[in-house]
């Protein structure tokens, strides 16, 4: 089995969904052969060897070995350390041999030099495989990519070539015991010392890989301002030499959570006692620099609920093709099929906005890199930065929130197509499903995505409401009547009725509270005209009728998102039409029915 060759999707969307023509020319110095490639077709063949050879590996190797991982676990504590399984220890060898760590590191510190995307999908093989073995494997990548970004040129070039060869990995480290989404009230100190070091003291909760050798840590200097304003970004080494030669903790592993799912996942307890760290950047702006891996991270939640959603949906199918009952083969059953096709459905739409988002995030990736290390952007990269920062951040608590929502739905099903046998260990499924809640609450949990999601998208339509009115004219469907793109006109309709919804649930919200005969009619107007002022809108307070809407404005977006981009691949492929027809037919009455919760 292959989780690339073997999927006509995959190959598919890999050559035609990716904006190759904007990031081959990104990465084009960065390529240890690049004198090889003679033109973007050779260049996407090599990278579909690599997704073949690490699709093969997820499939035959990983997968085989979740089962063992989940039992086992990924770690045990000694002496206030991490120790690994050998069942890990058997993956991380296997990483190492086929290079997966140092795939996106850069040529010049013995990496492959690959887009950001393609790092993503090996990510996304990985989860299907077995999600906790991608939370492991994603630390050593992402802590690459943040020393890559952020820190000094020594660092670089001692750790990057360790973390290429496997030799250390590391963790994000922010949440507190009662610091969860508040980041803003962590307690853990930081005191400068003489040598431009800070000694750091504190406690961090839920860490996924505490003991991988490296941390970035956020914690507060003394005297900076409360909130998250005042908070800092430190990056320190789990073990110091001292003179004599002889290696100590700087910072130790207090305990290994015992959790419901992800048994493979090493989730810690760790604790600072005068751990001695390095600033990243400037004092009191940690928490822009860590929002960076958050978001990366987040993007990846929806990578990982889309590897189980595979997962869940394939263990479905190729059991329900082999099992008789009442004497049809169960996808002949009517009931049977029409559930498995809308779940299939919903993943293959879903999968489409991922590859998209990933796009857009690579080339975020790529001139963010660029701009942070050498600020020469040109004009049109500036502006396609520009762009890629926008369409991520949109996208960002969407893909996030819709991934992990999605894939705890299906997964449930999944268990429930099994008949009995889904609630017995022999069948991977209720594993599936137990490992499906990680991804509902790290990161920031679905309800703050929901959150995000309004505020930005309720801030920009508030900060020009005359333009937001405007487009809602523009959008009705009249004016696509002359249009000959069966998916434009549909997609333009789907578009104007969320619009105007939106404006309704708004406006009902944030309307003043008139009484004319109190007021008098002269007050009336005045309060009328303030609603047409840019400060009206802006004003926070007003946000907090909206904030029970949060999760279901959240979840049309996500809907509305994933059309459109549906929508783009069929008008230029007519034979992805029926995937959009499908999805809009699946997505049709959930969306009708937050209509309706909006004008209650």
């Known amino acids: 089995m292959n989780y690339f060759s073997d999927s006509s999707e995959w190959r598919y969307l890999f050559k035609n969904a990716i904006d190759w023509d904007t990031i081959i020319p990104l990465y084009k110095s960065s390529f240890p052969t690049a004198e090889g490639f003679n033109d973007k077709e050779e260049v996407i063949a090599f990278y579909e060897d690599l997704l073949s050879a690490t699709g093969e590996w997820t499939a035959e190797k990983l997968a085989s070995r979740a089962r063992e991982l989940d039992q086992v676990g990924g770690g045990r504590m000694v002496d206030g350390r991490v120790e690994i399984t050998d069942v890990l220890k058997k993956t991380y060898q296997e990483a190492k041999d086929l290079d997966v760590y140092g795939v996106c590191i850069d040529s010049q510190f013995g990496g492959l030099g690959a887009p950001a995307i393609i790092g993503a999908l090996i990510f996304e093989q990985i989860c299907k495989a077995c999600v906790s073995t991608s939370t492991q494997i994603g630390f050593f990548t992402s802590i690459a990519d943040m020393i890559e970004r952020f820190c000094d040129a020594e660092t670089q070039e001692k750790y990057l070539p360790m973390i290429r060869r496997g030799e250390i990995s590391g963790s994000m480290c922010m949440t507190e015991p009662g610091s969860g989404s508040d980041v803003g009230s962590l307690r853990t100190t ?147 099929k029409r559930n498995l096709e809308d779940w299939e459905t919903e993943r293959d739409a879903f999968r489409v906005l991922m590859v998209d988002t990933l796009s857009h995030f690579d080339i975020f990736q790529r001139l963010d890199m660029k701009k942070r290390h050498t600020g020469d952007l040109n004009e049109e990269q500036d502006a396609l930065l520009k762009k890629a920062t926008r369409v991520v951040r949109q996208r960002t608590p969407l893909v996030k929130y819709y991934g992990a929502e999605a894939n705890a739905t299906i ?104 009484k004319v005969s109190e007021l008098g009619f002269k007050d009336t107007i005045s309060q009328v005209n303030k609603v047409f002022k840019k400060e009206y809108w802006q004003d926070t307070g007003r946000f907090d009728k909206l904030m029970v809407h949060a999760e279901t404005l959240c979840q049309a977006l996500s809907y509305c998102e994933t059309l459109k981009v549906l929508a783009k691949h069929a008008n230029r492929d007519p034979s992805r039409g029926d995937l959009y027809r499908r999805y809009q037919k699946l997505v049709t009455p959930r969306l009708a029915g937050i209509y309706a919760d909006w004008a209650v």
């Not at 009249?478 to 793109?485: A, E, K, R």
Request: aromatic content about 10%; some cysteine.
């Open 411 to 514: 997964s449930q099903k999944a268990i429930q197509a099994f008949g009995g046998y889904g609630y017995m260990t022999e069948y991977d499924v209720e594993r599936l499903h137990r490992d499906c809640f990680g991804a509902l609450l790290y990161e920031g949990t679905s309800q703050i995505q929901a959150l995000m999601a309004m505020k930005d998208f309720i801030k920009a339509m508030m900060k020009k409401p005359t333009k937001f009115i405007q487009s809602i004219v523009i959008s009705h469907p009249i004016g696509t009547l002359m249009n000959d793109s069966e998916f434009s006109r549909s997609y333009t309709k789907v578009q104007y009725e969320f619009r105007k919804h939106v404006a309704t649930l708004v406006m009902r919200c944030f309307k003043p509270e008139l």
């Open 190 to 336: 930081a005191v400068p010392q003489g040598d431009g070091t800070y000694l750091l003291n504190g406690t961090k909760c839920f860490i996924t890989n505490g003991g991988g050798g490296l941390a970035f840590i956020l914690a507060r200097v003394q005297g900076a301002p409360q909130g998250l304003e005042g908070v800092s970004m430190f990056f320190a080494e789990e073990w110091m030499t001292e003179p004599t030669g002889e290696k100590v903790h700087n910072y130790r592993i207090s305990k290994i959570e015992d959790k419901m799912g992800m048994h493979g996942s090493i989730t810690c307890e760790v604790v600072y006692e005068n751990t001695r760290a390095r600033l990243v950047g400037k004092e009191n702006e940690g928490f822009k620099l860590m929002l960076h891996l958050m978001n990366e991270a987040r993007i990846s939640v929806g990578l990982q609920g889309l590897g189980l959603m595979e997962a869940s949906i394939d263990a479905v199918r190729n059991y329900a093709e082999s099992r008789k009952q009442f004497g049809k083969i169960l996808t002949d059953l009517p009931l049977y």
